[in-house]
C-alpha cells in the first residue's frame, strides 16, 4: 500500500499480529540500484517484525531488477522478491514502468526469467493485472509464465491497466479471476481486486480455486480479516478498527496520515472520522 506502509504503521500491525507475512511498498527503480544502507533502511521495519518479507520491486530494466534483488535476498528475514508489473498510475505507465510492462503480453515471462537468473530459485514472484487495455492479454502471458516456470507465485488484479480503479461490476471480476485460474496450471494465484469483507473474500477463493487472496485498503475497515480468513481471530470489523485504530496511535500516527487512515477505516461521514477532523484541528 504506497504511502501507507511507513514505520509506525508497520509497528502498529505487528503490535497487533494482524499479519503473518509483509509485502512491502514498491522500490521503483530507474538508473541505478540505490545503496545498500538505503534498501536495508527501506526494509528494516519489516524485517523488525521477525515475519517474513517480501519486497517489491518496480522498473523495466531486468538487470537493476536483479541486481537489487540479489542484494536485499542476502537480508535475514527477506523471503522473497516481488515485481510489480501492474500499477496503473498514470505517472509510472509514463516511465514504462508497472503497468507498462503489460502493452507487451508476450515479453513479460522472458523478462521474469532474466531477473529470476539473479536470485535463488522460488524467490521471484510477479504482480499483475489482467491485462493493459484488454483482460484477454492474460491468455498470453499467463500460460507462458506457468511454462517457464521461473515464478513462485502471480498476485493477479482483475482489471486492466486502462482501467485503473474504475468501478466495475462484480460480475467482471469474478469470470476473470476464474478464467485466470484456469489458466495457470504450474504456479499459486492470489487474486485481488475489491476484496471487502470475509465472505466476499472466502467466496472468490471457493470460486476460483484461487491459492489466496490479497487486500490493500479495503483491508483497513477489516484489520483482524486476514486472520479470520487463516481461522486465527474472532474479532469482527467494528472492534477490529477501534483495536487498530488505538494502536496507531500508540504507535505514534498522527496529524494527516491518522485521519488519512481514519478515512480509510470508517469513511469520510462517519461520526467517528468527523470527531476526529475537529480534534485534529483543534490540537494542530
Request: charged share 20%; hydrophobic share 40%; net charge positive.
Amino acid at each position: 500500500m504506497e504511502g501507507i506502509g511507513r514505520r509506525e504503521f508497520v509497528n502498529a500491525v505487528s503490535a497487533l499480529k494482524l499479519v503473518d507475512r509483509w509485502m512491502t511498498p514498491f522500490i521503483r527503480l530507474t538508473e541505478s540500484v540505490p545503496s545498500a544502507g538505503k534498501l536495508t533502511d527501506f526494509v528494516r521495519p519489516y524485517l523488525a517484525s521477525g515475519l517474513p518479507v517480501t519486497v517489491q520491486l518496480m522498473g523495466n530494466d531486468p538487470r537493476l531488477l536483479g541486481k537489487c534483488g540479489s542484494f536485499l535476498q542476502t537480508l535475514p528475514g527477506v523471503e522473497g522478491i516481488n515485481l510489480n508489473m501492474g500499477c496503473p498510475s498514470n505517472r509510472v505507465v509514463h516511465n514504462n514502468s508497472g503497468g507498462a510492462m503489460l502493452k507487451h503480453p508476450e515479453k513479460i515471462a522472458d523478462f521474469c526469467a532474466e531477473v529470476a537468473s539473479f536470485l535463488k530459485p522460488g524467490k521471484l514472484s510477479v504482480k499483475l493485472r489482467t491485462g493493459f487495455a484488454s483482460p484477454e492479454d492474460m491468455e498470453i502471458f499467463i500460460p507462458a509464465l506457468s511454462a517457464q516456470k521461473c515464478i513462485s507465485k502471480i498476485f493477479l488484479h482483475y482489471r486492466t491497466v486502462k482501467e485503473t480503479y474504475s468501478p466495475l461490476p462484480r460480475q467482471y471480476r469474478d469470470e476473470r479471476l476464474k478464467h485466470a485460474a484456469a489458466l495457470c496450471r504450474n504456479i499459486p494465484l492470489i487474486v485481488n481486486g475489491d476484496i471487502d469483507s470475509y465472505h466476499d473474500a472466502a467466496g472468490l477463493i471457493r470460486l476460483t480455486g484461487a491459492a489466496g487472496v490479497m487486500i490493500a485498503r479495503n483491508w483497513l475497515k477489516d484489520p483482524y480479516l486476514l486472520l479470520r480468513l487463516n481461522g486465527k481471530s474472532g474479532i469482527l470489523p467494528e472492534e477490529g478498527r477501534d483495536k487498530f485504530f488505538t494502536q496507531l496511535r500508540n504507535s505514534g500516527v498522527k496529524g494527516g496520515a491518522l485521519l488519512e487512515m481514519a478515512k480509510m477505516m470508517w469513511g469520510s461521514s462517519h461520526p467517528r472520522f468527523r470527531n476526529l477532523i475537529n480534534e485534529v484541528n483543534f490540537t494542530g
